[in-house]
C-alpha cells in the first residue's frame, strides 16, 4: 500500500474523473478485506442489491453502520493530522460540492474539461461521476463505522471550517456528524474527548444558515441522550454563554435557544414511581422528572438558576425569530417545573411590564394611570411583545383563581400593553385576554369580568352616529348631455368652500378626506399625547386615544371568535375531520371551514390579517400551542348526501322544493378572487359561520333559550349539563335581560365600569355572578391546601348584563366605521361581522332592537353599521333555511337543532319587510355611496331568498336594475348601451360623496372616473347574487341588463370572480328568453326592447371575442351564448359582426397553420435537447440528502415556497440559502416523482417558473392559438349548420348570403375555418 501523502497526491493530480476513479477504487480494493476482492468487469449489481438486503434485513436505527473497511482505521491509514484533515475534507467536499455554485451558477469540474464535449462523451462522463459518488459514500460509511477518537474529531471540524463558503457540504458534514455520535456517544473516547464533541456540535448549531441549524438541532436530543448530568451542564453553559455574550450573532444565539429547548425537552415527566426522590403534585399524584435513564424529582439546579437570566434579556431582542424561540425556551422550561415555579415567573413578567410606572406591587394605584404622566415612556416594544408571549403561556397553564385575588392590578397592567404605541404590542396583549376567558371556558362571570372591563369608559358619541354623514361631504355631481360631457362636480351648500374639480390632485383628495373625517369623527389623538389633554373624567380620557380602541377591537375579535367556536361545538356535535390548529389572525370561516367547503358558504372576502410586522407570526406561534383546537365536518359531502336523500323523498311540498333549490343555487355565489390581487380595506370582509361545520364529538348539550317559553324554566339538575359559554351565560342573565337602558337615555353612551365607588353586596349573600368567581378562588384553596383570602374588591363588583356588553361592543365597533384613523376602520370591519355573529347565537332580540332603532332612510353611520350586520345576518339565515328544510346528517339531534336554527330565521322573517322598506328609501337617494350598495344588496337578497314574505318584489327588482343602469350609463357615457330609450330622453344626475366614511372612491377622478369607481365597488360586493336574483326577475326587465353583463366580461377580465358571475347571469337571462320564446303563442313576436338588448348584446360580444386576455373557456361560454340568442332573433346582420370579430381576433393571435408546424418541429427538438442536458445532470449530480432520515423539528414552520426562477444551483443548495428571512430563497422542501427529479437539475428552478422560460411562454401560447382556432371553427361550423336548417327555397342560407357580403380577409379566413 503506498504512503498516506502520496495517495493524497494522485487523487489531488487525477487528470480526469476516470483518473480519479482508478485512484478511489484502487484505495477501496488496497483497503477491503481480500475475500472481498474482485474485479470491476465480474461487479454484478443484482447480485450486490440482494447481499445488501440480506445484511440490511431486519436493521432499525440504532443499529450501527456496517464497517466496508474493517481492515484498518483512517488513522492507521493516514497517521499525520494534516493528511487525515485533507483526506477527510477531500471526501465530504468531492462527495457533497457538485452542486456548489457562485453567484447562482453551477460550479464546471475542472476535471471534466478534457472530456470531449457531446452526448456520448458526457453520458460516459455523467457516468464517471455517478461511479465517484459511489466510492465516497463507502468512505463516508467507513468514517460513521469508526469509534469517537481526537484526530477524527479534529478533521471533521477542520472539514468544516474548510467549507466556510459551501453551505451544501457544511449541511451534510453537520447530518453525518450528529448521526455518528448519536451511534457512538457510548463510546469511551466520546467522553475523553468531550469538549471536543461540544465544539463539533456547536459548529451547526451556530453556523449562518438556518438549514444547517435546524438539522443539527432536529437531531441533537438523540446525542445529549448519551450525557451524564455533570456533561450536560458544561454543554448548557457553553450555550448560556453564546446568548449572553454581546459578541454573538444572532444566528448563533437562535441556534443555541433552540438547542436550550431540546435538551429541556429531553426532560419528560413520567408517572411511573421511582424507588426514591418521587416528587408529589397536586392531589397525591406522583410524577417524576427522567432524562435518559436518570430519575429526577427537579429539575438540575443549573438550569433552573440559569434560565431567568438567560430568557428575559432575549425577550427584548430586536430578532423577531429570538424573540419568538426564546419564548419557546421558557415554556419548555416552566412546563417542567413546580406551580410555584410558574407563579414566580408570572409575577416577575409583570414586574418588568410595571416597569418604568412608578407603581409597585404593594401600591393601590394602578399602573395604566402611569400613561396620564408626561415623564412616562412605554417599554421596549421588543421587550413588551416577548414578557407578552410568556404571560400567554402562562395564564393558559395557570388557574384562573391565582389571578382574580389582584385582578384590578393584573388588568390595568395589561390594560396598559393594550394601548402600546406598537401594533404587534397591541396584537399580543389581546391573546392575553383571549385566554383570560379560554382558561375558564365554564365560567361566566370571568367572561363577562373581562368584556365589560374591556367596553368600560369608551366614551360613545351618540350624535356621531345618527348624524347625516353627508351634511358635510364633499358631493360629485355630473349630468349626461346629448354629447355625453360631465358638468363640473358640484357641492352641497355645506360644503361649497370643501368643492373641487374633477382634476384635482390625489394630495388634495386625501386632505379633504381628512378634514371631512375629522370634523364628522370628533379629535382624537395618539397615546402618547394623552397627557397633553384634559378631562373631567379620567376614566374617559383613555378612549381618546386610537391606540387604546384599536386594542380593544382587537381584543373583541379573539375573545368572540372563541365563543362562537365554543358555542357551536357545543349546539352542532358532530362527527368531523381531525383536529386542527385554530390561527386567532383569521376569521371564524376562514380558520374552520376548509377550503373546497368555502364553495357552500354565501361568502364574504376573509378578515384582513394585521400588516404590522411580525404580528402575525407571533399570534400564529401563541395560538399553535393553545387548547382549544376545533374541527369542523364535511359540509360538502353532507349536502350532496341531503341531495341525494331529497329524491328518495315522496310528496315533499312545493316551497320545501323552492328552498332547496334556491340554497343550491347559492353554491356559486363564492367570491373567490385571485390572491395576488390587492383589496382595499373597505372590501375586506368576515364571513359568517355557517351550520354543519361542527365538533367531532358528540357533546351533552341543552337547549333553554331555543325551546318554547311553554317549558318553563331550567331546573338546577338541567342547569349541570354540559353547554357553551354563551349559554351558560344567557341561563345567569335571565333576570338581567333588560335591553338597552344604557344606550337609549344617554347622548353619550358608555357601559358602567367593573368596579363601583361604593360596596355593594354583601358577601354573606353575593349575587350569582360574584358566586361564580368565589367558586374560582376557593378551588385553589384545595389545590393549595391552604386558606385564600377573599379579595376586597369583590364587594365593588358590578356586572352588567351581557346583552348590554355585546350591543355597546356592537355600537363601539360601528363608531370605528367612521373614524379618522385607518387602522381603526379596517379593524371595525373586521370585528363587526364576529360580533354580529355572535350576537346572533346569544339573543336575535339585540340586533332586531338595534336595527328597528338605528337602521333608518338617513345615511347616519349607525345605519350604515346596523345595514351590514343585516346583510351578514339574511346571508346567515339563507344558510339557515336550507338545513330546516334539510338537517345535515351531522345533526345527531335534528329536532333540536332545528329548534335553534329557527330562532335565527324567524327573527330574519318576521322583520324582513320592514327592513327593505328602509333599504328601499336608502337606495332612492340621489346619491350612491356604500350605504346604497349595501341596501341594494339586502333588496337583492329578500327578492331572491325571502320572496314570499316580500310584497313589494316588482317595485324592488325595479329598483335594483334602474340601480345598475343608472351607474353604467354615468360610467360610460359615450356606450352604445347608454343611449337613452325613446320616451326617456333625460336620465338623473349622478352623485356620490367623494370624501367621508361613506366615500367608494379612492382615487381621483383624473386616475378613473367617479362612476366607474362606484360600479367596481358595486360588482365587488354584489357580483355573486346577481344569477340568483335575475331568476326573480320579469324576462323583459332582465333582458335589459344582458348587455350590460356582457360588457362587464370584458371591463373586468382581470377579476376571476366577477366575470364568472357575470357569465352566469348572463346564462340565467339567456335561458329565461329561451323559457318566454318557447311559451309565446305562435305568430307573438318578441318585445321590441327584448330584440333591442340583444342586439346590443351581440355588439358586446363581438367586442369580447377580439380581447385578447380572456381565457378560452370564457370565450367559449360568450359564443355558446351567441348561438343560443341566434335562435331569438330573425335578423343576420350580427353575422358579419361576429365575422369581423373572429378575424381581427385571429389576426391578433398570428394564427396560421404553418406558423403552427413550424413551432412543433421547433418545440420537438428543444425538448430532446433539454432533456437530454436534464438527465445527465441528474445523473451527475445524484446527491442523497443523507444516509439517514432527514428529522424535521416539530415546532418550525417550515417554508414550502418554491425556489425563485433564476436560482441555478440544486435543490439542496437553494435550500440553504436561507437563514430564518435573511434571504428570499426559501428552505429545503420534500417532493416526490418526478417533480423530485426535476428539483435536482440546475434548470429545475427556472422551469417550475413558467414565466421566466421563453420556451414555456412559446409553448403555452402555440397551445392557446391552437385551441383559439379549433374553437372558432367548431363555432362556425354550428353557425352555419344553424342557419342551414333555416327555409331558403333554391337559394344560398342566410350564413352564406352574410358571408359572401363581409370583406375578403373576413371571407378567406371564415372559410378556412370552415374547412
Known amino acids: ?126 457516468q464517471y461521476k455517478a461511479r465517484v459518488n459511489e466510492l465516497l459514500d463507502e468512505f463516508i460509511k467507513w468514517y460513521l463505522s469508526q469509534p469517537v477518537s481526537q484526530p477524527l474529531l479534529q478533521s471533521l471540524r477542520h472539514t468544516f471550517k474548510e467549507a466556510i463558503n459551501k453551505p451544501v457540504v457544511r449541511n451534510q458534514t453537520v447530518v453525518h456528524v450528529m448521526e455518528w455520535l448519536r451511534h457512538r456517544i457510548g463510546d469511551r473516547g466520546a467522553h475523553q474527548h468531550i469538549e471536543e464533541v461540544y465544539q463539533l456540535m456547536l459548529c451547526g448549531l451556530t453556523d449562518i444558515w438556518s438549514a444547517i441549524r435546524n438539522a443539527a438541532v432536529s437531531r441533537l436530543s438523540h446525542v445529549i441522550d448519551g450525557f451524564s448530568l455533570s456533561e450536560l451542564q458544561v454543554f448548557f453553559m457553553s450555550l448560556a454563554q453564546i446568548c449572553q455574550s454581546k459578541e454573538s450573532t444572532w444566528q448563533s444565539i437562535e441556534g443555541a435557544l433552540m438547542a436550550i429547548t431540546g435538551i429541556l425537552k429531553r426532560f419528560q415527566w413520567t408517572g411511573k414511581l421511582a424507588s426514591s426522590s418521587v416528587y408529589d403534585v397536586s392531589g397525591g399524584t406522583q410524577f417524576i422528572l427522567k432524562f435518559g435513564k436518570q430519575e429526577l424529582s427537579q429539575l438540575p439546579e443549573f438550569l433552573t438558576s440559569h434560565m431567568h437570566t438567560i430568557v428575559y434579556p432575549l425577550l427584548a431582542h430586536r430578532q423577531l425569530s429570538i424573540r419568538e424561540n426564546a419564548t419557546k425556551a421558557f415554556s419548555a422550561f416552566l412546563s417542567r417545573c413546580e406551580v410555584k415555579e410558574a407563579l414566580t415567573s408570572f409575577t416577575e413578567a409583570l414586574t418588568r411590564l410595571r416597569h418604568g410606572t412608578g407603581v409597585s406591587a404593594d401600591q393601590s394605584s394602578l399602573p395604566h394611570l402611569a400613561v396620564l404622566r408626561k415623564d412616562y415612556r412605554f417599554l421596549n416594544a421588543y421587550e413588551a411583545e416577548g414578557l407578552l408571549g410568556v404571560c400567554v403561556y402562562l395564564i393558559k397553564h395557570i388557574s384562573p383563581g391565582f389571578l382574580l385575588p389582584n385582578w384590578p392590578e393584573y ?24 385566554y383570560l376567558v379560554a382558561k375558564d371556558s365554564n365560567n361566566p362571570s370571568m ?58 390632485s390625489d394630495m388634495e383628495l386625501r386632505q379633504q378626506r381628512k378634514r371631512h373625517l375629522s370634523a364628522s369623527g370628533g379629535k382624537y389623538c395618539s397615546v402618547t399625547s394623552l397627557c397633553a389633554l384634559e378631562d373631567d373624567s379620567t376614566d374617559s380620557l383613555f378612549s381618546k386615544a386610537w391606540e387604546w380602541r384599536e386594542g380593544r377591537l ?88 341531503d341531495e341525494s336523500n331529497k329524491k328518495e323523498r315522496s310528496g315533499s311540498d312545493h316551497d320545501l322544493q323552492e328552498t332547496t333549490m334556491k340554497v343550491n343555487e347559492m353554491k356559486g355565489l363564492t367570491r373567490s378572487g385571485s390572491d395576488r ?213 351531522s345533526w345527531k339531534d335534528p329536532e333540536s337543532c ?34 346604497s350598495v349595501v341596501a341594494l344588496e339586502i333588496l337583492m337578497l329578500a327578492n331572491s331568498f325571502f320572496s314570499q314574505l316580500v310584497t313589494e318584489m316588482a317595485t324592488y327588482e325595479r329598483i335594483v336594475l334602474e340601480c ?161 340568442l341566434s335562435h331569438l332573433t330573425e335578423g343576420t346582420e350580427h353575422l358579419q359582426l361576429v365575422f369581423c370579430a373572429v378575424s381581427q381576433r385571429l389576426e391578433l393571435n398570428g394564427s396560421t397553420s404553418s406558423h403552427f408546424i413550424n413551432m412543433k418541429k421547433g418545440s420537438v427538438e428543444e425538448e430532446d435537447s433539454a432533456f437530454g442536458s436534464s438527465h445527465l445532470a441528474f445523473r451527475s449530480n445524484d446527491i442523497p440528502a443523507s444516509p439517514v432520515d432527514d428529522l424535521r423539528i416539530s415546532d418550525e414552520d417550515e417554508d414550502d415556497r418554491e425556489p425563485p426562477a433564476h436560482s441555478q444551483m440544486l435543490s439542496e443548495s437553494v435550500a440553504l440559502n436561507a437563514s430564518s428571512g435573511s434571504s428570499n430563497t426559501p ?32 409553448d403555452e401560447e402555440e397551445e392557446d392559438q391552437t385551441m383559439t382556432c379549433s374553437m372558432f371553427a367548431e363555432f362556425m361550423k354550428k353557425l352555419k349548420a344553424q342557419y342551414s336548417q333555416v327555409e331558403h327555397p333554391g337559394g344560398p342560407s342566410p350564413f352564406q348570403v352574410e358571408l359572401s357580403n363581409s370583406r375578403d380577409r373576413d371571407r378567406k379566413l371564415i372559410t378556412s375555418l370552415l374547412n
Open 964 to 1124: 345598475f343602469q343608472h351607474i353604467f350609463c354615468h360610467a360610460y357615457p359615450d356606450h352604445s348601451i347608454s343611449k337613452p330609450p325613446k320616451g326617456r330622453d333625460n336620465l338623473r344626475a349622478f352623485q356620490t360623496p367623494t370624501n367621508g366614511c361613506l366615500n367608494c372612491c379612492l382615487k381621483p377622478a383624473s386616475v378613473n372616473p367617479y362612476p366607474q369607481q362606484v360600479e367596481k365597488k358595486l360588482l365587488t360586493e354584489i357580483h355573486s347574487l346577481i344569477p340568483v336574483f335575475i331568476k326573480s326577475c320579469q324576462v323583459d326587465s332582465a333582458a335589459a341588463l344582458l348587455p350590460i353583463l356582457v360588457h362587464h366580461v370584458k371591463e373586468y377580465s382581470t377579476d376571476e370572480a366577477i366575470v364568472r358571475s357575470m357569465l352566469d347571469g348572463g346564462a340565467s337571462i339567456v335561458q329565461s328568453l329561451i323559457e318566454d320564446s318557447m311559451s309565446r303563442p305562435a305568430g307573438v313576436k318578441c318585445a321590441s326592447s327584448i330584440v333591442d338588448n340583444i342586439q346590443l348584446t351581440f355588439q358586446e360580444i363581438t367586442l369580447v371575442l377580439q380581447d385578447k386576455t380572456l381565457e378560452v373557456s370564457t370565450i367559449r361560454q360568450v359564443l355558446d351564448m351567441f348561438l343560443t
Open 554 to 641: 382587537l381584543a373583541y375579535e379573539l375573545i368572540v371568535k372563541f365563543l362562537i367556536i365554543n358555542h357551536i361545538h357545543y349546539l352542532f356535535p358532530s362527527y368531523a375531520l381531525p383536529p386542527s390548529k385554530f390561527d386567532g389572525t383569521v376569521s371564524t370561516d376562514d380558520s374552520l371551514t376548509p377550503s373546497h367547503q368555502s364553495r357552500m358558504v354565501i361568502a364574504h372576502k376573509p378578515v384582513q390579517k394585521s400588516v404590522s410586522h411580525g404580528g402575525t407570526t407571533l399570534r400564529q406561534m401563541m395560538s399553535s400551542q393553545g387548547a382549544l383546537r376545533k374541527t369542523m365536518s364535511q359540509d360538502e359531502a353532507l349536502v350532496e348526501q
Open 677 to 889: 390581487r390587492k383589496r382595499t380595506i373597505e372590501e375586506r370582509r368576515s364571513r359568517t359561520l355557517a351550520e354543519g361545520h361542527m365538533y367531532n364529538r358528540p357533546i351533552p348539550k341543552h337547549y333553554s333559550y331555543y325551546a318554547n317559553s311553554s317549558h318553563g324554566n331550567l331546573s338546577k339538575k338541567q342547569n349541570c349539563i354540559a353547554s357553551s359559554l354563551l349559554e351558560q351565560t344567557r341561563y345567569m342573565d335571565k333576570d338581567l335581560n333588560k335591553l338597552f337602558t344604557v344606550c337609549e337615555s344617554k347622548q353619550s353612551m358608555c357601559v358602567k365600569s367593573v368596579i363601583s365607588r361604593n360596596p355593594l353586596h354583601d358577601m354573606n349573600s353575593p349575587p350569582q355572578d360574584v358566586i361564580a368567581l368565589l367558586n374560582a378562588i376557593k378551588a385553589l384553596e384545595k389545590k393549595s391546601s391552604g386558606c385564600t383570602q377573599l379579595p376586597n374588591w369583590l364587594q365593588y363588583l358590578d356586572l352588567d348584563s351581557m346583552s348590554n356588553i355585546l350591543c355597546q361592543m356592537l355600537l363601539q365597533t360601528i363608531g370605528c366605521l367612521g373614524d379618522t384613523r385607518w387602522e381603526l376602520r379596517r379593524m371595525g370591519h373586521q370585528a363587526l361581522p364576529l360580533i354580529t355573529e355572535c350576537i346572533r347565537w346569544y339573543d336575535m332580540a339585540v340586533l332586531t332592537t338595534l336595527w328597528d332603532k338605528y337602521f333608518t332612510p338617513e345615511a347616519t353611520l349607525a345605519s350604515y353599521g346596523c345595514a351590514l350586520s343585516l346583510r351578514f345576518s339574511i346571508h346567515h339565515a339563507t344558510k339557515l333555511d336550507h338545513f330546516l328544510q334539510q338537517p345535515p346528517a
Open 1227 to 1258: 428552505r429545503l422542501s420534500v417532493s416526490g416523482g418526478e417533480r423530485e427529479i426535476r428539483a435536482l437539475t440546475p434548470t429545475a428552478a427556472a422551469d417550475e417558473d413558467d414565466s421566466g422560460s421563453d420556451w414555456d411562454s412559446w
Open 1 to 126: 500500500m503506498e504512503s498516506s501523502s502520496d495517495l493524497l497526491q494522485k487523487l489531488k493530480l487525477s487528470a480526469n474523473l476516470s483518473d480519479e476513479v482508478v485512484n478511489l477504487e484502487t484505495l477501496q480494493l488496497d483497503l477491503k478485506p481480500s475475500n472481498h476482492h474482485q474485479q470491476r468487469h465480474d461487479y454484478d449489481p443484482d447480485e450486490e442489491w440482494l447481499s445488501m438486503a440480506v445484511e440490511n434485513l431486519g436493521d432499525d436505527d440504532d443499529d450501527e453502520v456496517v464497517n466496508p473497511f474493517p481492515k484498518m482505521i483512517p488513522n492507521q491509514l493516514f497517521t499525520g493530522q494534516d493528511d487525515l484533515n485533507q483526506f477527510t475534507c477531500y471526501v465530504f467536499m468531492r462527495r457533497f460540492g457538485w452542486s456548489e455554485g457562485i453567484n447562482g451558477e453551477t460550479v464546471q469540474d475542472e476535471r471534466s474539461v478534457t472530456l470531449q464535449k457531446g452526448k456520448l462523451a458526457m453520458e460516459k462522463e455523467a
Open 447 to 504: 367572561l363577562k369580568l373581562v368584556l365589560q372591563a374591556l367596553c368600560a369608559d369608551w366614551d360613545m358619541n351618540f350624535d356621531l352616529l345618527t348624524r347625516d354623514t353627508t351634511a358635510k361631504s364633499t358631493i360629485y355631481s355630473s349630468d349626461l348631455h346629448s354629447n355625453g360631457s360631465e358638468s363640473n362636480p358640484t357641492s352641497r351648500s355645506q360644503a361649497t368652500d370643501a368643492t373641487r374639480s374633477t382634476a384635482g
Open 898 to 931: 332545528q329548534r335553534i336554527s329557527l330562532s335565527i330565521v324567524d327573527a330574519i322573517r318576521g322583520g324582513i319587510q320592514r327592513w327593505c322598506a328602509v333599504a328601499k328609501q336608502l337606495v332612492q337617494r340621489p346619491i350612491i355611496d356604500k350605504l
Open 411 to 434: 388588568f390595568s397592567i395589561f390594560n396598559l400593553y393594550l394601548m402600546h404605541p406598537a401594533s404587534t404590542v397591541r396584537q399580543a396583549t389581546s391573546a392575553v385576554f383571549k
